[in-house]
T-cell receptor, first 113, second 113 residues
Framework: DQQVKQNSPSLSVQEGRISILNCDYTNSMFDYFLWYKKYPAEGPTFLISISSIKDKNEDGRFTVFLNKSAKHLSLHIVPSQPGDSAVYFCAASSPNSGYALNFGKGTSLLVTP | ETGVTQSPTHLIKTRGQQVTLRCSSQSGHNTVSWYQQALGQGPQFIFQYYREEENGRGNFPPRFSGLQFPNYSSELNVNALELDDSALYLC????????????FGPGTRLTVT
């Protein structure tokens, strides 16, 4: 069963606006949440992470928000740039399982000029 | 700092054959994890190696096996290849103070005919 879900397969945003990518999870044992960006024919690139003891983490244009009670997290990209166009994966892990990553199916983001 | 490298980039094999994929971890990282990414899906955890021992395994049959060497590089072996094994195989390394953050290599694209 899919423990991490990204329910929007695709998202289109204008350059300069905010991109919001969403992710839901079912396993309350998850302690760490990560976002990866993937271009075709490349491996996933780590973007940002958040621990379950926090509700927000920011790194430059990227901010991740975590709502533990709703088992929901989101990635905000502000401002969006055409180079941000890629597939974004949400992943979750637990120290109980050696931090093995459980991935969602990804959201394809297109940033248009 | 050297990133995660994988070889070969692409591979074509016939059903029933065996294949070995290789991975060199990022410098300073002692843990290697392997993932399989089928088309349109998120990566699925195969197994993880820490200090040359298997440290966790996902829902993959025993014909998927691995090794980790003293220099922390790793191999993924798949026996009796099946058509459904066609996928992108990703290696990720982690270690140091932020063990929950995994950094991926570019992947090996395996096609089974």
């Amino acid at each position: 069963d899919q423990q991490v879900k990204q329910n929007s397969p695709s998202l289109s945003v204008q350059e300069g606006r905010i991109s919001i990518l969403n992710c839901d999870y079912t396993n309350s044992m998850f302690d760490y949440f990560l976002w990866y960006k993937k271009y075709p024919a490349e491996g996933p690139t780590f973007l940002i992470s958040i621990s379950s003891i926090k509700d927000k983490n920011e790194d430059g244009r990227f901010t991740v928000f975590l709502n533990k009670s709703a088992k929901h997290l989101s990635l905000h990209i502000v401002p969006s740039q055409p180079g941000d166009s890629a597939v974004y994966f949400c992943a979750a892990s637990s120290p109980n399982s050696g931090y093995a990553l459980n991935f969602g199916k990804g959201t394809s983001l297109l940033v248009t000029p | 700092e050297t990133g995660v490298t994988q070889s070969p980039t692409h591979l074509i094999k016939t059903r029933g054959q065996q294949v070995t994929l290789r991975c060199s971890s990022q410098s300073g990282h002692n843990t290697v994890s392997w993932y399989q990414q089928a088309l349109g899906q998120g990566p699925q955890f195969i197994f993880q190696y820490y200090r040359e021992e298997e440290n966790g395994r996902g829902n993959f049959p025993p014909r998927f096996s691995g090794l980790q060497f003293p220099n922390y590089s790793s191999e993924l072996n798949v026996n009796a290849l099946e058509l459904d094994d066609s996928a992108l195989y990703l290696c990720a390394s982690s270690g140091g103070g932020r063990s929950y953050e995994q950094y991926f290599g570019p992947g090996t694209r395996l096609t089974v005919t």
